[in-house]
């Protein structure tokens, strides 16, 4: 990137894929925890960057994160059936597993969804912002988001929010108030790569050795 040529051709580059709509590739993104309180932010610092590989194909899109301190998690969403599964490893929990029936109007009650007036260019893609308020159960959330709509995949953070809001997220910033104790997380898309990916990666049968986990 430091010759001047080189680093032409890939801002072209960049621009010419984000005029395409992607709809099979993978994703690389990280997310950034951090928090007032001592303890927690102690433990964020242990944990340090997760790093988030999604793959998507049509109506199909699996996340995967592995961390030495958190352990393993994927989650698979397919959009047609309205279904995601969950699995989880986790040095404390073990391995579980939970099913999930994704609502075609889902109960948005207690979230509030504004489409801001700002943009972001990320990765060539241009990005508009979404402003989220969520009070519930004592916990109250505020969420700063970009989104593209030129990669067709789904996101589980945001998949239950309805028609309000539209687009993958490119960035969000997630500020979080329980009890009095502030936490703060940060997503970020890091690299969009446009490449085939196998139908065995949404298979959404629970793998051998997990155990089902009510109410996740």
Request: glycine share 8%; aromatic share 6%.
């Amino acid at each position: 990137m430091k010759k001047l040529v080189f680093l032409l051709v890939a801002t072209f580059s960049l621009s010419m894929v984000a005029q395409e709509k992607l709809t099979e590739g993978v994703i690389d993104s990280k997310m950034t925890m951090s928090s007032d309180n001592e303890q927690m932010k102690a433990q964020f610092e242990m944990i340090g960057d997760i790093a988030i590989k999604t793959y998507f194909k049509g109506d199909k899109t699996r996340s995967e994160t592995n961390n030495p301190m958190s352990g393993e998690s994927v989650s698979i969403i397919d959009t047609q059936a309205k279904k995601m599964l969950t699995l989880l490893n986790n040095p404390m929990m073990g391995k579980k597993y939970s099913e999930t029936e994704i609502e075609a109007n889902p109960d948005t009650s207690g979230i509030t969804i504004t489409k801001g007036e700002g943009t972001k260019t990320i990765l060539g893609y241009t990005c508009n912002e979404y402003n989220v308020a969520m009070d519930q159960q004592g916990v109250t959330m505020t969420m700063d988001i970009y989104t593209t709509e030129a990669i067709e995949a789904s996101n589980q953070q945001t998949v239950e929010f309805g028609e309000d809001f539209k687009g993958f997220p490119l960035l969000m910033t997630i500020n979080v108030n329980q009890s009095g104790m502030q936490m703060k997380m940060t997503y970020e898309v890091t690299g969009v790569n446009k490449e085939s990916v196998s139908d065995d990666k949404f298979d959404m049968t629970p793998p051998e050795g997990y155990e089902k986990m009510e109410g996740m």
